[in-house]
Nanobody
């Protein structure tokens, strides 16, 4: 079992930056692929990016160059650094843990554990 808790969400101006954190319980954190997803009202959950055990990261086109994911296995923490935030970035951001392969890393149903989410709001 892995319990995940996100933090760091809030209100930020368009063009600004924000860092989200995901704290994980359990000794097996380092064995999991860790992902970030987001969901805006009325929209489906969307893949933001993920980092595998090896440190390999994967991002969809929407976040490439703006979002960076990192992890600290010793502290069982994962981070999502978001830069140049836009008006279509507001959502509840969720971290997740699972064991997807690199080719299916963006599929939410392949993640077994989820946090409760943290809200990100972008103002003009």
């Amino acid at each position: 079992q892995v319990q995940l808790v996100e933090s760091g969400g809030g209100l930020v101006q368009a063009g600004g930056s924000l860092r989200l954190s995901c704290a994980a319980s359990g000794r097996t954190f380092s064995m999991y692929t860790m992902g970030w997803f987001r969901q805006a009202p009325g929209k489906e959950r969307e893949f933001v990016g993920a980092i595998m055990r090896s440190g390999y990261t994967n991002y969809p086109d929407a976040g490439k160059g703006r979002f960076t994911i990192s992890r600290d296995n010793a502290k069982t923490l994962m981070y999502l650094h978001m830069n140049s935030l836009k008006h279509d970035d507001p959502a509840v951001y969720y971290c997740a843990a699972g064991s997807p392969r690199a080719g299916t890393i963006g599929f939410a149903n392949l993640y077994d554990y989820w946090g409760q989410g943290t809200q990100v709001t972008v103002s003009s």
